[in-house]
C-alpha cells in the first residue's frame, strides 16, 4: 500500500526506462501541439507508479483544493488514482507551452456551466496561449487524458472485463435509444453483445463529454449512434464499429432524426485491456480542406519520469473510426 499522508524528502534519481527518460531536475521537455484533425492520447497505468517518492513530487503539483479532495478519497488506492490523474492532466497540458515554459503548479482550472473542466489561462501582452482542450478518463488500471487544438475533445474509458450487476439488455432499455436496444438485442453470442455494448457505451459518453453538458442536459437516450456508409450515406444493419466511422445522430422529441457530421470518433484497443472512445469536433477551416480522417498519436507515460510512444503497435490498436496513424 502507498501511504500519502506524508512527504518524503529524498530527491528522485534518473530512472532508466525503454523510451524518453527525465531526471528529477530537468524540466518536462516540451511536445508540439496536435495539428488540425489530431488527437493526442496520454495514458498511464496505476499499478506502473510504485514509489511513494514519485507519489509525493505530483502530491507537490497539485492546488490546494486538488489536494484536499486527494485526501477526502477513502483508502490508499482511490486517493493514489485521484492524485496520479490530476497529475497527469497538469504535466501533460504544461509541456504543450512551446514558446514559454509553464509551470505545472501554475497552471489553473475551472468549471463550465456543466462542470467540465477546462484550463484558465493568464493572458500576457507577449503572449497568447493555444486554445487547448483536454478531457481525461479513468478506471481502476488506467487513467486516460485527450488533447486537442482548437476542437472539443471527450474521451471515456473502460475495462474489457467490467460486468454489468444487471443484465445488459435491462441496462440498455434504460439508458439507450430503442434502435441501440434493438441492434444488441440482435447479438445471440453473449461475449460479443457484451464488448458491443461497452463500445456502444464509450462512444456515447465520449460524445456527451465533448459536448460539455453532461448526462443530465444530454442524457443517452436522447441520441443514437449509428453508423453511415461513406460512399452511400446509408445505414449499415448489422451494426460494425470495426470498419466504418459511428456518426450521431440526434432524435427530438417528435422523432426527426439530425446527422451531426461534424462530430468524428475513434474506438481503439489499449493496453490491451481497455477500450477508449475519443469524440472530437471538427471545426470548419477556411481553406476548405477539411478531412474526415482523425489523426491519432497515442503516448504511455509515467509523468515526470517517461514516455513512450505505442501509436501502431499492440498497445493501441484501433478498432473503428476513420482515422491516420501518426508517425512520430
Known amino acids: 500500500m502507498f501511504s500519502l499522508w506524508y512527504k518524503a524528502s529524498s530527491i528522485m534519481n534518473i530512472h532508466c526506462f525503454r523510451r524518453n527518460v527525465f531526471t528529477a531536475s530537468s524540466p518536462l521537455p516540451p511536445v508540439e501541439l496536435p495539428s488540425q484533425m489530431e488527437t493526442h492520447i ?19 503539483l497539485l492546488s490546494p483544493c486538488e489536494k484536499e479532495n486527494v485526501f477526502r478519497m477513502t483508502g490508499d488506492q482511490l486517493k ?19 514558446n514559454q515554459k509553464v509551470d505545472p503548479r501554475s497552471l489553473k482550472f475551472m468549471k463550465n456551466n456543466y462542470g467540465k473542466p477546462e484550463v484558465y489561462w493568464q493572458y ?26 482548437g476542437s472539443p475533445i471527450g474521451i471515456d474509458v473502460e475495462e474489457k472485463q467490467r460486468r454489468l450487476k444487471n443484465n445488459i439488455l435491462t441496462f440498455a432499455r434504460r439508458y439507450f435509444s430503442p434502435y441501440e436496444v434493438e441492434t444488441l438485442t440482435s447479438i445471440s453470442d453473449p461475449e460479443i453483445q457484451h464488448q458491443e455494448f461497452l463500445k456502444l457505451w464509450t462512444l456515447k459518453e465520449a460524445y456527451v463529454k465533448a459536448l460539455g453538458k453532461g448526462f443530465s442536459a444530454a442524457p443517452f437516450k436522447t441520441f443514437t449512434i449509428q453508423l453511415s456508409d461513406p460512399i452511400n450515406q446509408g445505414i449499415h444493419l448489422p451494426w ?20 451531426s457530421s461534424n462530430w468524428h470518433f475513434a474506438l481503439l484497443e489499449l493496453a490491451g485491456s481497455h477500450i477508449a472512445a475519443i469524440c472530437m469536433k471538427q471545426e ?45
Not at 315 to 327: C, M, R, S
Request: net charge negative; aromatic share 4%; proline share 5%.
Open 80 to 98: 493514489k488514482r485521484a492524485l496520479l490523474a490530476r497529475a497527469l492532466v497538469r504535466t501533460t497540458i504544461a509541456r504543450y507551452q512551446i
Open 124 to 149: 500576457a501582452d507577449d503572449w497568447s496561449p493555444p486554445p487547448l482542450h483536454f478531457n481525461i478518463s479513468h478506471t481502476s488500471s488506467l487513467i486516460a487524458c485527450g488533447v486537442t487544438v
Open 284 to 328: 470548419k477551416t477556411t481553406g476548405g480542406n477539411e478531412s474526415n480522417l482523425m489523426k491519432l498519436t497515442v503516448q504511455r507515460t509515467i509523468p515526470l519520469i517517461e514516455d513512450e510512444c505505442v501509436s501502431g503497435t499492440d498497445a493501441a490498436i484501433v478498432i473503428g473510426g476513420l482515422t491516420e496513424a501518426a508517425n512520430k
Open 42 to 60: 496520454w495514458y498511464l497505468l496505476p499499478e506502473e507508479v510504485k514509489s511513494t517518492n514519485l507519489l509525493n513530487r505530483y502530491l507537490e
Open 240 to 259: 460494425r464499429l470495426d470498419s466504418e466511422l459511428p456518426e450521431i445522430i440526434i432524435e427530438s422529441p417528435d422523432g426527426a432524426k439530425k446527422l
